[in-house]
Each structure stands twice: as C-alpha cells, then as structure tokens.
C-alpha cells in the first residue's frame, strides 16, 4: 500500500461532509450518453462516490475503486441512501494487477495524484481494463489550473496536457480530447474557474 496516499486520503474523506459534494462531475452529467446502455464500468479511485453512485443510478453495473477506507465508508452510505448497488473495492492503484479486457468503460475522474512513472502505470491499467471496443472517459487538470488553485494537485507533472494524453492513447480512436475552462461548484475541493480537459477513447477491436 502507498501509506502517503491512503493516510492523505483517509484523513481529507474523514471530515464531515463530502469534499466533492453528492452530485457528479460535470464531465460524467454531460458526456456519460458516450455509455452503452448497462454498459459494467470500472470507476479507480473514485474516492467518496458520487460518480459511481451516479453512474449506478443511471443503471450501469459499476466496481468503483479507492485507497482510503473512509471514502469507501461514505461511498457506501451514499450508494446506500441512494437506493443502489455498487461493488467498492479497497485499492491501491500502485501494483495493482488490474483486470483484463473486464469492463466496457472505465471512468476516470480527477485522479491526478499520481507522479508520472504511477500516471503511466495507471492509464495502461486502464487502458488493460477495457474489453476490445471498449472506452475510457478521462477528465482532469491541465497546468493551466495552478493558476486558479480551485482544486487539484499543486504540481504541474500530475496534471495533463492534449500532448500527453494523445501520446498515451494514441493507439486508440479518440473521440473526444479537448482542454477548456469552466466554473465548477462541486463541493469544496472543486469550486471557482478551472482549467480541464477531457478525453474520451475506444480501444480498437470489439
């Protein structure tokens, strides 16, 4: 286990309230219609869950991921309130044999915690994941956001750019990967201008 991480995590997930808010990523609301219907999807570090949760209520069949026991506790009690079912798994990203070809999308949202050596180990996983045909929804920071420090890491190596994710995925049919600002209010650890970007890949075959 990457202690860092987890005591990080687990000490942020285990104040009162939800960090992110209850409500999906604005990416998920508008570019979730990308989801075949009952699509089983693959949510890593999907901290307190409002993303799984979302996704599950949209009748998907979800295993969402995290490192730190106490947002898998409150990812839980918001499936739980929510009247749904989702598979949480206490994970750690960092050596994780992730499954094979298992999932038919694998969203991943704001999960730039990881240096680049563990960026590049996790989006092969993610890449490993998804069944031939199959997509990956990513979203997160570019550089651009340590301007507004509206949320995200203060790091510009753990954030991305169009270069960078067209070099990671370039292997499979994007769809979409565009970089563009918008004001988010998703609880306090995302609120205010902030500078995103999107990808959206299908892996080749299917």
Request: zero cysteines; hydrophobic letters at 40%; glycine letters at 10%.
């Amino acid at each position: 286990m990457s202690n860092f991480n987890r005591d990080f995590w687990n000490e942020r997930f285990a104040k009162e309230g939800y960090l992110y808010g209850t409500e999906p990523s604005s990416f998920l609301l508008d570019q979730a219609h990308h989801l075949p219907e009952g699509a089983r999807v693959l949510v890593p570090a999907d901290g307190e869950g409002r993303n799984s949760v979302f996704l599950a209520k949209a009748g998907y069949d979800v295993v969402a991921t995290d490192v730190a026991e106490e947002g898998i506790n409150k990812a839980r009690q918001l499936a739980t309130a929510s009247g749904v079912s989702v598979d949480y798994q206490h994970v750690d990203l960092q050596g994780w044999d992730w499954p094979e070809a298992a999932f038919d999308a694998v969203v991943a949202l704001f999960i730039q915690f990881a240096p680049p050596a563990f960026r590049d180990e996790v989006f092969e996983g993610m890449k490993q994941a998804a069944r031939p045909g199959g997509l990956v929804l990513l979203h997160g920071y570019t550089p651009k956001q340590l301007e507004y420090r509206t949320g995200g890491p203060p790091r510009a190596d753990h954030l991305y750019t169009v270069e960078l994710l067209q070099a990671a995925f370039g292997d499979w049919e994007i769809l979409r990967l565009e970089a563009y600002e918008r004001e988010l209010d998703e609880g306090a650890g995302h609120s205010g201008r902030s500078a995103l970007i999107d990808l959206i890949a299908r892996r080749p075959g299917g």
